[in-house]
Structure formats: C-alpha cells, structure tokens
C-alpha cells in the first residue's frame, strides 16, 4: 500500500509538471486559431472579396481572337462528264480579333460593385461578430473554472470542520460524554462532504477539458493570471441600447445586407434600360490554291462598331426578379426590426439580472457573516449539552451554504457582466481589432 501511494503521488505531481499554463490571452489566440465557426467566416469573407472582381469585369473591355482554316476542292465528287474544271480548289486562312467596351449600362455596373463591398463588409463585421462569441464563451468557462475551483476550496474547507467535530466526537465518545450515535452521525456527515468535494474535483476537471477542446489543447490545462475585468458602463437602459446600436456587429451585418438589396432593386432597375457598347474589329483574309482565285488575297479588314441593346420582351422575368428585390428590402428590413427587439430585451434582462445578482451578493456576505456567528453558538451550547450533534452539524452545513451562495454569485455578476456587455457589443475590445 506505501508503494502504491508513492507511485499515485508520482503520477500526480508528474500530471502537474506536464500541465501547460494557459492565461485568457493565450487562450483567446488559440482559440481563434481552432475555432471553425471563424474558419467559416474568414472562408465566406474570401469568398465575397471575388464579387468585386467580378463586379469590375462588367465595364472592362473583352477581347477575342479567332484563328482559322477552311479547304475547298471544288468538282471533287463531280464525274468525267462535268465541264466544271476540277483544279478550282483553294484554301482560306484567317485571322479575326474583337475589342468590345461597354460605355453605358443603365447603372448596373455601379450597382454590382456596390453590392459587392456591402457584402466584403458584412463579411468583416459577421467575422467580428463570431470573436466576440468566442470571448463570452472563453471568459464565460474561465469563470466557471474558477468558480469551480472556488466551490472545491469551500467543500474542502468544510470537510476540515466535520473531520475536527468527528475527531472531537471521537474524543468525547470514548470518555462516554456522548452517544454513539453522535458519532454516526458525524461520520455520515463528513462522507457526504467528502461526496460534495469529490463531485465539485470532477466538474471543475470537466471544465478544463472544455477548454482544452476550445483552445486545441490536449494535456491538463492549468490557468494562470487573472479573469479579464469587465468595462465600466453606462447605467441607464438608453445609454446601453445607443451603444448596442454603435457596436453591434450583427447589427451592421443586417444593415450592410439591407444596403446591399437596395443595390440589388438597382441592378433588376438596370435591366429595362438599354446598353451601349463600342468594339472594333479586324480580320485578315488570305487564299491560296490552284483556278480562279490561286495566290490571291482578300487583305485586311478593319470594322468599327457602336452598338445600342433595347430590352424588349423577356418573358416576365424582369418583372419576377425585380418583385423578388423588393421582397428581399421588406425581409431584411423587419430583420433588422427583429433584431433590435431582441437586443433591446438582452439588455434589459441582464440589468435586471444583474441587479438582482447585486442584492443577493450582499445577502450572501451578510448570511456568511451570520452562519459563522451561528456555528460558533451552537458549538459551545453542544459543549455543554444544550444542542444536539445535528444543530451542530446543521449549523455547518449552514455555512458551507452561505459561502457556496456567496461563490457562486460573486462569479454569475461577473458572467453576467460580460452577456451585458455581449449584448451592446463592447465585449473584447481589448483583443479584438
């Protein structure tokens, strides 16, 4: 058995030298660099850069080139009888090149690039977006880390007062001062704080395997430094929802797409004007061969042309797609609408939440304050025999609560604090550009 507990201590210290140290900046790094949601993002942000090549091509010249060869053996198939000579063959090459510019094309051009940026930019700010997510969720768990680390220290705080009542109850037993029953009763006590304790290890180890999944971590995590201080804001409901409106990203992404289907009923407009285009093309000619036309040549020819495209009838599709765009400026827009309704009532649930918080985080320090002073009374009554062992046991139990409560507020204000700040769109200003 000493062997084996030598051999556990060893495994756990060497677990504890091999634990990498990870403060939230580092974290956020990798977290950024592992996350898929942002690969996705930074893809679809590519993606949309080439709509402005694309929107470019429109008014750039097109050229084309055209190089030939055509055979003819004429009287080929004709019989002996033909008076048809048979020597007029001859064949023909050519060569035809084509600059075509388009001059006017009712706005449509314009209106393809400016879809174009609208959508590298709601590209941009659906990528910030998808960070600021990522901060609440990793500051989010760095919180629950170590609230969990908190809660173990206070089960481990109050299995050191069962472990010094059963040891005075031990004490008192053998001198016959109480009954066994105290003892049991201590006993169970001290191994349901010693459950608590151990359940309270696993979640907190559960939580750093969390993280590690998030940051692409594999080996035990250890934190170091402290949990980022959340930004001083505005207390009035109006100040927060003017700042939501500046800084929300999915906000301007909204916005941002709802510019670009306006540019898009520009676009459907464009196609009931006509277009203009100017080319110039040329063609060389060139025939030789044995007849009529052996060694001759047709030379060079030069063509300059101005062309004026009238839309006329094109089935109704101009129509379809000119309601669609229209269709399209209502969604977006009751989108819009529906978003700030949203962003309006995460506001106000966390102040109210926080608030509420707030008194319950000075009920719990006053509670604390009041379970001490309880326990201390009952301890001396159960010395001299006015309290039972389970007023005692209950009084501690009472105090492990109070500082659980405490614990676990102090660390939801601070949660909550950063959903607020998430919710107008000021979270990670620090890291995020």
């Known amino acids: 058995m000493k062997r084996l507990a030598i051999l556990f201590l060893a495994l756990t210290l060497g677990s504890n030298v091999l634990a990498r140290e990870l403060d939230f900046v580092t974290a956020f790094s990798l977290a950024l660099e592992n996350n898929k949601e942002i690969l996705l993002q930074e893809v679809a942000q590519r993606k949309a850069e080439l709509g402005d090549i694309k929107a470019r091509a429109i008014m750039m010249p097109s050229l084309t080139a055209n190089l030939g060869y055509q055979q003819r053996e004429h009287g080929f198939l004709q019989n002996s009888s033909s008076t048809t000579s048979p020597n007029d063959s001859y064949n023909t090459r050519y060569l035809n090149a084509s600059l075509s510019q388009p001059i006017y094309t009712g706005g449509r051009a314009a209106a393809e690039r400016s879809k174009a940026t609208h959508v590298q930019v709601a590209s941009a700010y659906q990528v910030t977006a998808a960070q600021k997510s990522i901060y609440l969720a990793l500051v989010s768990l760095f919180a629950d880390i170590r609230q969990a680390e908190a809660i173990a220290a206070v089960n481990r705080a109050n299995i050191e007062r069962l472990e010094e009542h059963l040891s005075k109850s031990r004490i008192r037993f053998e001198v016959g001062e109480v009954e066994k029953t105290v003892l049991l009763q201590s006993e169970m006590a001290l191994s349901q704080g010693r459950a608590d304790y151990q359940a309270s290890l ?201 500082e659980l409560d405490l614990v676990i507020n102090e660390f939801d204000q601070r949660k909550n604090q950063f959903i607020l700040m998430q919710a107008i769109g000021t979270i990670g200003a620090e890291l995020i550009p």
């Not at 080996?219 to 929802?241: K, Y």
């Not at 304050?369 to 139990?397: H, K, P, S, Y």
């Open 202 to 402: 696993n979640t907190l180890h559960l939580l750093e395997v969390r993280l590690g999944n998030i940051v692409g971590i594999a080996s035990d995590i250890t934190l170091v430094g402290e949990i980022p201080q959340p930004a001083t804001l505005p207390e009035t409901i109006d100040d927060l929802l003017r700042l939501a409106n500046e800084h929300r990203d999915d906000l301007k992404a909204e916005q941002a797409m709802l510019d670009f289907t306006n540019e898009d009923l520009r676009v459907q407009v464009s196609k009931y004007l006509p277009t203009v285009r100017a080319g110039v093309d040329y063609r060389n000619n060139t025939i030789d061969g044995v007849g009529q036309r052996a060694g001759t040549s047709e030379g060079d020819d030069i063509t300059f042309m101005l062309n004026l495209e009238l839309p006329i009838f094109e089935g109704g599709t101009r129509v379809a797609d000119y309601r669609e765009a229209k269709y399209n400026i209502i969604e977006r827009s009751h989108r819009i609408l529906q978003l700030k309704e949203q962003i309006r009532f995460d506001v106000h649930q966390s102040v109210y939440t926080l608030d509420t918080l707030s008194h319950r985080l000075r009920e719990a320090q006053s509670r604390i304050t009041l379970a001490e002073e309880n326990l201390r009374m009952v301890r001396l009554q159960f010395e001299v025999g006015e309290a039972t062992n389970l007023d005692l046991l209950d009084a501690i139990v009472n105090l492990k609560n109070s």
